[in-house]
């Protein structure tokens, strides 16, 4: 065969989604539906998960017997929620931690420091319905403790809420960060939410709430300042 009529084959590139898991399999890191998978996620990846995901919900539409091409409405659906997922909805799995400015404890606090309420959204990790509620930081520095900026602590429970969740875990989460940025004698993490997986299917019960807290430290020891830090939240409400 002459050289002019060799054919040039390409290797075929596997997909976005494949070659992510498979980093993650080679560096045995755990990729459940709340971890965050970012640092096995290389520049310019996230776009083509968009296209990935976006092909296939554009399946399950398909599957649901919506005629997305005549109909105006879902013509881009797929797309638009295969962005929504990765960048809004899901993104806490796929970025990396944001930026939190700490500062020694110069001044020697010691004294209850509460924030909140922050407004948090997440999606249950069973129905990927929605998760809306507030949460509240209490926490009792030590002289050795690092503290955050304010806004910090809003931009940690969003990343952590931002991820497929069930309650009880993501309270978990948000206090074990915080925890090992801080360094505190106490600290003190409460969650009340609304669940979607109730409220819109299910038992359809709108008035349901859930309610958990996290108690470390100086919080599970001292009935006072649980009590304090009870409270002082419960007037914010």
């Given amino acids: 065969m002459p050289n002019d009529a060799i054919a ?50 554009q399946h399950v539409l398909e599957s649901l017997v919506i005629d997305t091409g005549a109909d105006h409405n879902t013509r881009d659906t797929g797309r638009r929620v295969a962005k929504m997922f990765i960048h809004e909805v899901f993104g806490g799995r796929y970025t990396t931690l944001p930026p939190v400015t700490e500062f020694p404890n110069a001044s020697a606090l010691d004294e209850l420091m509460i924030v909140g309420p922050i407004t948090v959204r997440s999606a249950c990790s069973h129905h990927l319905c929605p998760i809306i509620g507030k949460v509240w930081i209490g926490v009792m520095p030590s002289k050795d403790s690092n503290l955050i900026g304010l806004s910090k602590y809003a931009r940690i429970a969003q990343w952590i809420m931002s991820r497929p969740q069930i309650q009880e875990e993501a309270v978990l989460q948000l206090a074990d960060l915080l925890q090992k940025k801080m360094q505190p004698d106490g600290l003190a993490v409460l969650m ?13 019960d709108s008035d349901a ?19 304090e830090f009870l409270s002082l939240i419960r007037e914010r409400k």
Wanted: glycine share 4%; aromatic share 8%; net charge positive.
């Fill in 209 to 227: 709430s859930m309610t958990n807290s996290v108690m470390r430290g100086a919080f599970r020891d001292s009935a006072s300042l649980r009590a």
């Fill in 8 to 57: 040039i084959f390409k290797p075929v590139q596997a997909m976005v989604s494949h070659r992510i898991r498979e980093r993650l399999l080679a560096r045995r890191e755990r990729f459940f539906a709340n971890d965050n998978i970012a640092a096995c996620i290389e520049p310019g990846e996230l776009d083509e998960l968009v296209d990935e995901v976006g092909a296939k919900l």
């Fill in 192 to 204: 009340q939410a609304d669940h979607f997986c109730m409220q819109w299917r299910g038992v359809k």
